[in-house]
């Protein structure tokens, strides 16, 4: 079988209605998959990290930008436009400038787009640096604030390797996520039939539909075009790799998987396999 890719439940019955509308032999199997992301960071007292981690400076800056927006008296609805005006100064104007040409990429400058880019993810790190910083000490909206920003609780994403195991404000997490995926699989011999894909799948699902063609073309050269007789599996094997086209070449290698694909020729009753050798029946 040839494996056509993974997918969420509604993706999945979408690739397989139009692969079963053109005839193809379809399977799809549900599986369970692990999604795991490491990541570790230093956390502990502002005054505990001073010295520790390059970024210190950074988090200054942004504690401060912090603790400017809260005594202005931001709420949980204005709190992200008075912190990023004090961590990020000109961070609305980057974003007004892309507005403006976002409709027309090409007239935008390499220096309008790469400071764009740069701008937005230090709010993304900015913002997310608050929020921990909210978590960590119980601060909220609305409540008294006292001390709790003088010398607050932070965390700051580092590199393990860069850092002492034995540090006590090392903190390393792994967190998994457990979701169900649809794995999709084809018969080999079905992908001859690539022309018969309705053309919303191709233009929707490029990679698939390449992917599909590519083993598509060596079953048609297969079928139409290799010398019939017998054969051993390594003479089957050469005729699995093909080149197609002149000034836009594809190549396509099956040499590797020759076995899968006469198995699944032999399904179709267009050869028979004993051992190593190879009798086409057409």
Do not use: H
Request: hydrophobic share 40%; proline share 2%; net charge negative.
């Amino acid at each position: 079988m040839f494996k056509v890719g993974e997918y969420s439940e509604m993706e999945a019955k979408s690739i397989a209605g139009y692969l079963k509308d053109a005839g193809f032999k379809v399977d799809i199997r549900g599986l369970v998959q692990a999604r795991t992301e490491y990541s570790a960071s230093l956390q502990g007292k502002l005054s505990e990290i001073k010295g520790k981690t390059e970024r210190y400076e950074q988090c200054e800056r942004y504690l401060s930008a912090l603790k400017t927006a809260m005594e202005k008296g931001a709420s949980e609805e204005t709190f992200r436009d008075l912190f990023l005006d004090e961590a990020i100064p000109g961070w609305k104007e980057t974003l007004a400038k892309f507005e403006e040409n976002k409709d027309s990429p090409d007239d935008m400058d390499d220096e309008t787009r790469d400071t764009f880019v740069k701008t937005m993810a230090e709010c993304i790190v900015s913002t997310d640096f608050a929020q921990r910083v909210f978590d960590l000490n119980d601060i909220e909206f609305g409540a008294p604030v006292n001390g709790r920003l003088d010398d607050p609780i932070i965390s700051v994403p580092v590199n393990p390797d860069d850092c002492d195991s034995d540090n006590p404000l090392l903190l390393q997490r792994m967190d998994t996520d457990l979701a169900k995926e649809y794995e999709i699989t084809i018969d080999e011999f079905s992908a001859s039939l690539f022309d018969e894909i309705d053309e919303d799948f191709q233009n929707e699902f490029v990679d698939e539909f390449l992917k599909i063609r590519a083993l598509g073309y060596i079953i048609r050269s297969l079928v139409n075009v290799a010398e019939k007789g017998k054969m051993d599996i390594e003479e089957f094997a050469d005729l699995c790799e093909i080149e197609i086209g002149e000034r836009m070449v594809m190549s396509v290698d099956g040499s590797l998987v020759a076995e899968e694909i006469a198995r699944s020729l032999e399904k179709s009753g267009m050869l028979k396999m004993k051992g190593n050798t190879i009798k086409w029946k057409i």
